[in-house]
C-alpha cells in the first residue's frame, strides 16, 4: 500500500501566461453579463418579464458575490427600454378635505401641473385686487348699493311723509324704529311730545293719535319684513358681479393649464373642482383676507383650549392659498437617460430621489422601515396644535419604484418592525396605502387624512443569503406566494482557459470603474489564482468579488507608490502579504505559543496513542490552519467497542464530531474479533483544548490514535493528519485542506525543516490544492511531503512505518502487522473479560 507523496507540481495550479493573449487588460472589453452565473440570467430574464401577481425575485447567494451590482446593471439594460411610468400627485379634496384625492400624470407632468396651480395663484394675488380696486368694478358695486340704499329710503320716505302728515314723527333708535307725536303749529313745532304734554291732551285726540300710530305701526312693520328680502337681493346682485368677475379672471388664468391637461381625465374633472372653489372663494385674494383667516384660526385654537389634546387641523386653516397647492410625490423623468449615467443610487433618505434619467425606476431601499416603503403624513406644531394637510403627505419608495423595481436587503427589511408585513399586504393588495405605526399599534387616536391609495405595479428584488431564503420558505407561507423567482448565485466556476480569458475581462471592467491601474498578463494570473485559493479549489474560480476588488485596489496603490504603470504579479503577491500581515497578529500567538512549548506539539520522534491534528480557525475574515495533539488510551472494557468522546462528556463537541466518533466504533467492530464479542474502553481527547470541537475532519486522526494505543505500535510525530472517515475505513474529503496543510508546516518551517515530516491528506482532496509558495518550495526540494490517502489502512503505514496487514485465509492478519498486534490485544481483552466474569461468578457475586 505504498503512497507516494503528491508531486510539487500538483500543490499549485499556476495559470499559462502564454494562453493570455494580451499585454494588459487595458486591451480588454468589460464581460457584459454575469460571468459562470447562466441560472441567475436565466431566473432574472423570467422574472422581470412575466407580469403576473406574485412573480417578484429573491436573490440569494453568499456576501461578496456582487449580487447588487450584478442585478442593477442588468436592470439598467432592460429599464432604459421601458417607457417612464407615471408622476402621482396628491391633491386637496374640496368635497372632504380629509380625504386627499391622488393624480395619476404622465412621466415629467407632475412638476408643470405644481408650478402652474402655483402661477395660478400668484396671478390670482394680483389680478383679483387689481379688479376689485378698478373704476369699472367700483362703478357697478357702487350702483348695486346705490339701488339698494335707494329702495330703503323710499320706502321709509312714504312712510314718513305720512306720518308727518298726521303730525306723527318716524324715528330711528338704537333699538330700531319708533313713531311718536310731535308739536304743530307753535313755539315748538317738529318737537316730540313729552309723556306728561301728551296726558293732558283731551281724551280725543290722544285716541285719535293713538290709532294714527297703530295704523302707522302696521305699516311699518310690513315695510321692516321686505328689509331682509331687499339685502338679500343686494348680497345676490354683489355675489354675482363677483362671480362673473371671478369666473372671467379664472377662465382666463386656468386656460393654459386646461389646455396642458386636457387628456388626462382625472386631472381635468380636478381642474374643474378648482375653478369652481376659486371662483366661489375669490374673496380670500381679496386684501385683509390673511388678516381675518389669523383670526379665525385663533379663535378655533382658543375654543379647543389650552388643556385640549392636539388635534391635526387642516394646515389651510392657517392658510388657505395651501389648498391650491400640488404635492407631487412621485416625478418620473421621460427624457432618455445620458450615456454613462448611474442607473440607480441608493436612498438614505426618504424623499431622496429614485434614479437617473427617463426609462423604468431602479430604487434601492438602504433603510426599508415601514413609512420608508409606503410613505407618510407629518404634522406640524403650530400654536400648540398639530396642523397637517395634503401637502404634508410624503412618499416612500414603493411610490417611487412604481412601475420599476425595487430592491432591498432582506435582512434589512425583516429588522424593521412592521415593515415585512407592510410590504406583503402592498403587494397582495397591489396598492399603497399610507399607514401610521402609531395608528397600526393602536397607540394613538388622532384624527388624520386618509390619502386615496395608489395603484401599486412593480417587481420587489430581495437579496440576502441562502439560509435566509430557505428559513422564509419553510416559515412564512406568504413567502413562497410573493416571490416565486429564485436567482441563485453560483459560489464559483470551472476554471478552464476560457473562463479565465473571461475573469480578465471582468477585472479590466473592475479596473476600468474603480480607476485602477491595467494588469498584465502575470498580474491577471495572480489574481486568477488567488480566486482559486478564495473558491479551496484549483479547479475553480470563486466568484465572491469583494475580496478581489479589494485585492485590485491594494495592489493599485502599491504600484502607484512604486511609480509602475501597471499591476504585476509582484504588486500582487505585496497585496497578499500586506493582508495577511496586518491580520496575523492571531496565527503569530498561536505559532508563538508552539515554538516555546507552551501547547505542546511533537514534529520529531515517535509517540503511542498521540498524532497531530489539523483544524482551522476562523476569526472575522481570518482562517489559518493550527495543529493539535489528538491522544487515545484503550483499556478492557465490560463489552463492546466503547469509545468516550471527552470532548462531548463536557459539552466542548458538537454533534458532527460526535458522530464522527461513534463511527471509529463501528469501524473498530467491523474490522478486529468479527466472532468474538468486543470488551474495549477508549478515550480520546483533543490535548489543550479549551474552545468548542466541530465537526469530522479528525476522525481518521482519532481513528490513527486509537489503533497506535490497541497496537502498542508508536506513531511518527512528524506528521500531521486531516481528513474524516467512514465506517469502511475510506478517508473523505474535508475543507481547508490548504490553511491545514500551511498551518502545520509553519510549525515545522520554525522549529526546522528535517525531511521526515508532511501531512497526510485525503487523496480527493488534491484537486483543491492551491498551497503557498514556500510550501511548494519546501516540497520540491524533498524538506516537506503532502500525502493523499484514500484508505485507514494507508495512513497506518505511513504513520507507524510497518505494514497494516490484511487478512488471510486462516482469518488472521499478517504476522507483525499494526493490525495483528491490535487483534491480538484486543483478544487477551475479550479474554482477559471472560475470565474475569467467570471468576465472578463462581465467586456467586453480581
Known sequence: MAVEPIPAELLYRACDLAAFKFETTAELEDLPGLAGQERVLDALRFGTSIRRQGFNLFVLGPAGVGKYQAVTRFLADIAVRQRAPSDWAYVNNFAAPHRPVVLELAAGTGRALKEGMARLVEDMKVTVPSVLESEDYQNRRQSIDAEYRDRQEQAFEGLRAR???????????????????????????????????????????RKRIEGVIQSLQKELAETLEHLPGWEKEHRD????????????????????????????????????????????????????????????????????GASAPA???????LNPLRRYQVNVIVENNDAPRKPGASPWKAETQVDAGGYIGGGAPIVYEDHPTLQNLVGRVEHMPQMGALVTDFTLIKGGSLHRANGGYLLIDALKLLRE????EALKRALRRRKIVIESPGEFMSLVSTVTLEPDPIPLDLKVILFGERYLYYVLSNNDPDFGELFKVAADFEDVFDRESENEFLYARLLAGICRREDIL????????????????YAEDAEKISTVIRPIEDLLREADFIARDMSAARITSHHVDAAVEAQIGRADRMRERSLEMITRDIVMIDTEGQCVGQVNGLSVLSMGAVSFGQPSRITARVRMGMGGARVLDIEREVNLGGPIHSKGVLILSGYLSATFLPEIPFSMSASLVFEQSYGGVDGDSASSAELYALISALAEVPIAQGFAVTGSVNQLGEVQAIGGVNDKIEGFFDICMRRGLTGDQGVLIPAANVKHLMLRQDVVDAVERGMFAIYPVERIEEGVELLMNMPAGTRGPDGKFTAGSVYAHAEARLAAFADNQRRFAQRVDDNGKR
Open 163 to 205: 306720518a308727518e302728515g298726521e303730525g306723527i314723527a318716524l324715528l330711528r333708535t338704537p333699538a330700531g324704529f319708533a313713531l311718536a307725536p310731535v308739536h304743530r303749529g307753535d313755539d315748538h313745532d317738529g318737537e316730540v311730545v313729552k309723556p306728561d304734554e301728551f296726558n293732558a291732551l283731551p281724551e280725543a285726540e
Open 237 to 304: 346682485q354683489v355675489q354675482k358681479l363677483n362671480h362673473e368677475v371671478a369666473e372671467r379672471l379664472v377662465e382666463r388664468g386656468m386656460r393654459e393649464l386646461r389646455q396642458r391637461f386636457d387628456t388626462m381625465p382625472a386631472v381635468r374633472d380636478w381642474l374643474g373642482t378648482v375653478a369652481a372653489d376659486l371662483i366661489e372663494n375669490a374673496g380670500i385674494f381679496a386684501p385683509g383676507a390673511s388678516e381675518a383667516q389669523q383670526q379665525q384660526l385663533q379663535a378655533v385654537l382658543a375654543a379647543q
Open 311 to 317: 388635534q391635526p387641523l387642516a394646515f389651510g386653516a
Open 417 to 420: 418592525p412592521l415593515a415585512w
Open 518 to 533: 491595467p494588469l498584465d498578463r502575470s498580474g491577471v494570473a495572480r489574481v486568477v489564482e488567488r480566486a482559486s485559493r
